[in-house]
């Protein structure tokens, strides 16, 4: 009786792995599939000014439109990194997003770019020159672009993935430590890498004035950042009290719900116009 439960088990187990292959690499050529019929569509999340509230650059973040869902990044970036469409793909988002931000720049409206990357991405042969190549096809001055990293990306690789970025940084991008904080080792990685911004992470923000500690941290990293010369952008501001606790504190910039949500392209050129800042 004990063999027959062990071996029903095991054939369950099997059928359930099985679904669970199939379906992911179902997923992969539905991936495939969507960056061909041009599924993909990039959102823009206002970064701003926390002293004067005006929009200073947008974040791109990317969705697949998929049936009659928007598909969040967290779904299928794995597994477009595990099937390498995260390098076509990648590269598709920075051409979209570098081409929309220098079409409004050529309407003399003064807004950066920031890009996430995944480290399947960095790692790609010829990264550098697809970024440098885009660039001068879109005409955005590379200094207007930030490309965003989480520290997991020089965890995980930290030699070629350090020294690719910093040839990025050579082409005269921007670069900045995504969720920073999250990682023990964030410190360090300032050591190995120049980075021009870092992005606290929303966990900070969340709990800004009811844990004593992270305020502290908050503080601390904030302060860090001022003194090392880099931009500090808060993520994740949702009540006003964080926004009003960042801005005692001193924080340059800050992103989120709300200052402004994710939007389309045509939502950042309505809210903005080109000039005034979002009342907040
Ligand atoms: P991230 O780069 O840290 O992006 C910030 C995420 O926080 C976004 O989620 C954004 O919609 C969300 N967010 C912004 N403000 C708030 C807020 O006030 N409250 C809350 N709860 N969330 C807020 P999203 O768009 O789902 O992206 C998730 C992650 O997926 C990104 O985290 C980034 O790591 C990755 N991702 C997004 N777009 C791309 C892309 O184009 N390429 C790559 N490689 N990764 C991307
Ligand atoms: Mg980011
Ligand atoms: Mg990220
Ligand atoms: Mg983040």
């Keep these: 009786a004990k063999e027959h439960g062990g ?6 187990y099997a059928a359930h792995m099985h679904a669970r292959v199939v379906s992911r690499l179902e997923l992969q050529t539905e991936l495939r599939q969507a960056l061909a019929d041009r599924e993909f569509v990039l959102e823009y999340q206002p970064v701003v000014d926390l002293a004067s509230s005006r929009v200073t650059a947008v ?16 779904e ?9 469409l995260i390098t076509p793909l990648g590269e598709w988002i920075l051409r979209e997003a570098c081409e929309k931000v220098a079409s409004w720049r050529v309407s003399e409206w003064d807004i950066g770019l920031s890009v996430n990357l995944s480290v399947k991405q ?3 042969p010829r990264f550098v020159e697809t970024v ?24 995980e690789n930290p030699g070629e993935a350090v020294e690719r970025l910093a040839q990025l940084r050579e082409l005269g991008v921007r670069l900045a430590i995504d969720d920073f904080g999250m990682g023990y080792a964030s410190l360090a990685h300032l050591r190995e890498l120049r ?8 966990s900070f923000v969340r709990d800004l004035g ?32 964080q926004l009003e606790q960042l801005r005692s504190m001193g924080c340059g910039h800050g992103q989120g719900f709300l200052v402004a949500r994710p939007m389309v392209a045509s939502g950042v050129e309505a809210l903005v116009g080109g000039e005034a800042g979002i009342p907040l």
């Design 210 to 241: 009811n844990d004593g500690t992270v305020t502290l941290l908050t503080h601390t990293i904030i302060r860090l950042g001022q003194d090392l010369g880099m931009q500090v952008i808060a993520e994740g501001i949702e009540a006003p009290e």
């Design 195 to 202: 980075v021009d911004a870092i992005k606290i992470d929303p």
């Design 7 to 12: 071996a029903g088990r095991l054939e369950i």
């Design 76 to 84: 299928f970036i794995g597994p477009a990194e595990e099937s390498g």
């Design 132 to 155: 440098a190549g885009v660039l001068a096809e879109s005409g955005l001055p590379a200094e207007v672009l930030t490309m965003e990293v989480d520290e997991e990306v020089l965890l």
């Design 122 to 124: 960095i790692l790609s």
């Design 59 to 74: 974040e791109a973040l990317v969705r697949w439109q998929h049936d009659e869902s928007l598909v969040p990044p967290a």
